[in-house]
């Protein structure tokens, strides 16, 4: 429990940050309560995101529009360009685990809790994960029950999204960071409420944010309850009291360690001009190191609106059955030296034993291939290897010596599985197998890769474990 609130508290001292407490930044919140009591907004957002990876550089234009009415109507409409994110994609030696689209229009209503997305997005959608999708109506409408989180998380949501969220924030912002000064204060230029900042100064102000926070904790402590509620965290008057007991300064700088050098070449500048009934934003954001860079710029007009939503009329209602059977995504992630390996079948495990496509497995390992389709037998050869599996039966044989297998290979959906551990040692590879959840990430390496894998992991673990000694040490 004391982690859970320990994240909350993290996150509120990180958008503290900018509060301040400097008559420009009381201003600035006066403005933004404003806002936050429009009963409806209207907003354009045109902006792109650069990135440079390696010497190889993508830029991904974006607009988007955007209309609310109360907590319960929304609109809104998104183009992105990815085309050169295809690019850079196909210069990759991994391949991507989705089919990549050159553009993405989204369009979506969300009326009274009930989710509406454009065909074209949806579509889309369906093509990535090589599904198919003929919607011929302008919008598909999600089923009531189709949420991706439980009643509890629902709930939360519910509450993050109201007025009087935004109201018991405002009030934790203005307790916790009463006679906080920032670094880099909010100020206003030209009539605008600018703030400007670098990685080092956005750390140091994070760290003296929390260090606040703390020194005022018994009211922060009190006006924290309403958000702790709010969102399902229980947490008893105790807990809440003992939360930041034994807290210290030094010893939570110390520990960001390499994070310092790592967000110094960050730089942000935001700014923001509050007109009647409407304000404009422009945010720009750039980062680079030694190897990645990025760039985001973006510019907005928002405004007050009374303008309704109503719900569109040509629509194709789905069964939550119907849209799982769309969207279905593969638990299995297959790689041959770290290179994800894409099967047109998903994979499956019998008997403690995964099968896979043969002709998919064979040809990566590096392996000539043969289907010989009267006797129903897969083979492949591979320097002074050669495996024949018998489809149906639990045999196989390599080099001519029968070997009795654990499991069955068999045709599914057209295509035919084989055990894939028994091939790949048979060719002289080693496997590792990993389960995380409903996911299953098996690896498979020839000896020489599998030996310099063995020899990274093990020198980044020694490498933790010196510097996990040398924080007990400062400790």
């Known amino acids: 429990m004391k982690k859970k609130l320990s994240v909350v508290l993290l996150m509120l001292s990180f958008l503290l940050i900018l509060g301040g407490c400097s008559p420009v930044s009381s201003n600035y919140i006066k403005e933004v309560e404003k806002v936050m009591a429009w009963q409806g907004v209207e907003a354009k957002t045109e902006g792109k995101v650069k990135i440079e990876y390696d010497g190889e550089k993508m830029e991904v234009p974006i607009k988007v529009q955007a209309l609310s009415k109360g907590q319960d109507k929304a609109y809104i409409k998104m183009d992105m360009d990815l085309g050169s994110v295809g690019k850079f994609a196909s210069k990759s030696e991994d391949k991507l685990p989705l089919d990549l689209p050159k553009t993405i229009a989204m369009e979506m209503y969300v009326i009274d809790g009930q989710v509406y997305i454009g065909k074209e997005y949806f579509n889309t959608l369906a093509k990535s994960f090589k599904s198919k999708s003929e919607i011929k109506e302008d919008f598909v409408k999600l089923p009531i029950d189709y949420k991706l989180s439980g009643p509890q998380q629902e709930a939360a949501m519910q509450y993050v999204q109201s007025t009087q969220y935004q109201k018991d924030f405002l009030n934790v912002l203005k307790v916790a960071l009463k006679d906080f000064k920032p670094t880099n204060e909010i100020k206003m230029s030209d009539g605008k409420y600018v703030y400007e900042a670098d990685g080092e100064a956005i750390l140091k102000d994070f760290t003296a944010a929390i260090a606040t926070t703390v020194k005022n904790w018994n009211e922060t402590s009190k006006a924290l309850k309403p958000i702790l509620k709010g969102m399902d965290i229980k947490v008893s008057d105790k807990e809440l009291e003992d939360a930041v007991k034994g807290f210290d300064l030094e010893k939570m700088t110390q520990s960001f360690g390499d994070a310092k050098e790592l967000i110094k070449p960050l730089k942000i500048k935001a700014e923001i001009e509050f007109k009647e009934n409407e304000y404009e934003e422009k945010l720009e954001a750039k980062y680079k190191n030694e190897k990645f860079g990025l760039e985001l710029e973006m510019e907005s007009e928002s405004k007050k609106s009374n303008k309704d939503i109503e719900a569109p009329t040509s629509v194709k209602t789905l069964t939550k059955e119907e849209l799982n059977s769309i969207f279905k995504t593969s638990n299995f992630f297959v790689s041959v030296n770290d290179k994800m390996l894409d099967f047109d079948v998903e994979p499956i495990i019998e008997d403690g034993r995964t099968l896979v496509p043969f002709r998919t497995l064979f040809e990566s390992l590096g392996a000539e291939v043969n289907w010989d389709q009267e006797n129903k037998i897969a083979s492949c050869k591979k320097d002074d290897k050669e495996i024949k599996i018998f489809i149906g039966q639990n045999k196989a044989e390599v080099n001519g010596k029968a070997i009795e297998l654990d499991s069955l290979p068999k045709i599914k959906d057209g295509r035919t599985l084989v055990p894939l551990r028994f091939v790949s040692e048979n060719l002289g590879?080693?496997?590792?197998?990993?389960?995380?959840?409903?996911?299953?990430?098996?690896?498979?390496?020839?000896?020489?890769?599998?030996?310099?894998?063995?020899?990274?992991?093990?020198?980044?673990?020694?490498?933790l474990k010196d510097s996990q000694k040398q924080t007990e040490k400062k400790n």
Not at 439 to 449: L, N, Q, R, T, V
């Open 429 to 463: 590879y080693e496997v590792e197998f990993e389960k995380a959840g409903d996911a299953k990430f098996i690896s498979i390496m020839d000896k020489e890769y599998a030996k310099k894998h063995k020899e990274e992991m093990a020198k980044l673990e020694t490498q």
